[in-house]
């Protein structure tokens, strides 16, 4: 069964330093989201991104985050000086459809900023 | 977004039946009753959507109230591996630049007994 899978799975750096998330999409999927659970609370929508720019952000997606797809398969989320609150597991999705057709998300990446 | 109500947690025994309950009064004609899932560790997967009949696939069941004020999810027979937070999420169906992101609340933590 296809799945979206992402990289790394654990990431651990300094604050300050910038973080780069991978995420390989389903292959035939185009529409992307980047999604962040800080342990303990909800889910938080970051950014949802369709033929290649960003068609959404919430008002946590500021400055410090960028998407891009830079190869046609692969979709990163790039923070640029990591805060101690940016401390979260970082989720991917992808979906065929926009509005009607369901997510499917990766397991996550683990980001912890010191 | 249109909000939803969840309870905070529920009990199953394994084997039963489970009825998870949503309400969510404030839900437009063009929005879409999803439901998805998270498993301990994992990224939310999704289980069920709908619009206003009720809908079966080999995971469960969704019961929309005829207003659609309402809906719920059945487990027909619940195991161990389905305790996980269960989301119930109004997905905008069109229009607009949403391109149908999903806004998490906080959901229902389902606890089965063996």
């Known amino acids: 069964e296809p799945e979206v899978t992402q990289t790394p799975s654990h990431q651990v750096t300094q604050m300050g330093q910038e973080v780069i998330l991978r995420c390989v999409p389903i292959?035939?999927?185009?529409?992307f989201y980047w999604y962040r659970q800080i342990l303990g609370q909800k889910v938080e929508f970051l950014v949802s991104?369709?033929?290649?720019?960003?068609?959404?952000k919430s008002e946590i997606f500021d400055d410090q985050f960028s998407v891009e797809r830079p190869d046609g398969s692969n979709f990163t989320l790039k923070i640029r000086s990591t805060k101690l609150e940016d401390s979260a597991m970082y989720f991917c999705?992808?979906?065929?459809?926009?509005?009607?057709?369901?997510?499917?998300f990766g397991e996550g990446s683990r980001l912890t900023v010191l | 977004d249109a909000k939803t109500t969840q309870p905070n947690s529920m009990e199953s025994n394994e084997e039963e039946p489970v009825h998870l309950p949503c309400n969510h009064s404030?839900?437009?004609?063009?929005?879409?009753i999803h439901w998805y899932r998270q498993l301990p560790s994992q990224g939310p997967e999704y289980v069920i959507h709908g619009l206003t009949s009720n809908v079966n696939n080999r995971m469960a069941s969704l019961a929309i109230a005829e207003d659609r004020k309402s809906s719920t999810l059945i487990l027909h027979r619940a195991t161990l591996r389905d305790a996980a937070v269960y989301y119930c999420?109004?997905?905008?169906?069109?229009?607009?630049?949403?391109?149908?992101?999903?806004?998490f609340g906080q959901g229902t933590i389902l606890t089965v007994h063996p």
């Open positions: 404030t839900i437009s004609g063009t929005d879409y």
């Open positions: 991104f369709y033929n290649n720019e960003i068609s959404e």
């Open positions: 292959s035939n999927h185009l529409y």
């Open positions: 999705a992808s979906s065929v459809a926009g509005y009607t057709g369901e997510l499917f």
């Open positions: 999420i109004l997905r905008a169906g069109g229009g607009g630049t949403s391109y149908g992101k999903l806004t």
